[in-house]
């Protein structure tokens, strides 16, 4: 007759030992996943993060010629200086309006306020 074989009880510590190792294994895997998930989407999103930018180049350049051209504009009925003082100006109060408006709205939706 064959005797029952002995089963070797590992101790707590070759437990534990051996769940932080597993516990390793799957976190640089999850890591690895994840990290392998955003460089497929950064990829996929770079065409459009360029052309985003062409466009915004763009509209900037836009936004200085019609300011260049207020100015010449205005510069037949006040003079040069006081044309590009009064576009300045303008330019200045709308950016500060809209600013003060995201400013209102961003720390409406991160204030303290219910």
């Given at each position: 007759m064959a005797e029952p074989e002995e089963q070797e009880e590992e101790s707590i510590g070759a437990l534990i030992g051996r769940l932080v190792e597993?516990?390793?294994?799957?976190?640089?895997?999850?890591?690895?996943?994840?990290?392998?998930?955003?460089?497929?989407?950064?990829?996929?999103?770079?065409?459009?993060?360029?052309?985003?930018?062409?466009?915004l180049v763009i509209a900037l350049c836009t936004v200085t010629a019609l300011i260049v051209g207020l100015i010449l504009s205005l510069s037949t009925l006040v003079g040069p200086a006081l044309a590009t003082l009064i576009v300045i100006v303008s330019a200045l109060a709308l950016s500060g309006l809209l600013g003060w408006l995201a400013w209102a709205r961003i720390s409406r939706l991160f204030g303290s306020k219910p």
């Open positions: 597993d516990g390793k294994g799957y976190a640089r895997a999850e890591i690895g996943y994840y990290r392998t998930l955003a460089a497929s989407k950064l990829g996929e999103a770079r065409t459009g993060l360029i052309l985003g930018a062409a466009a």
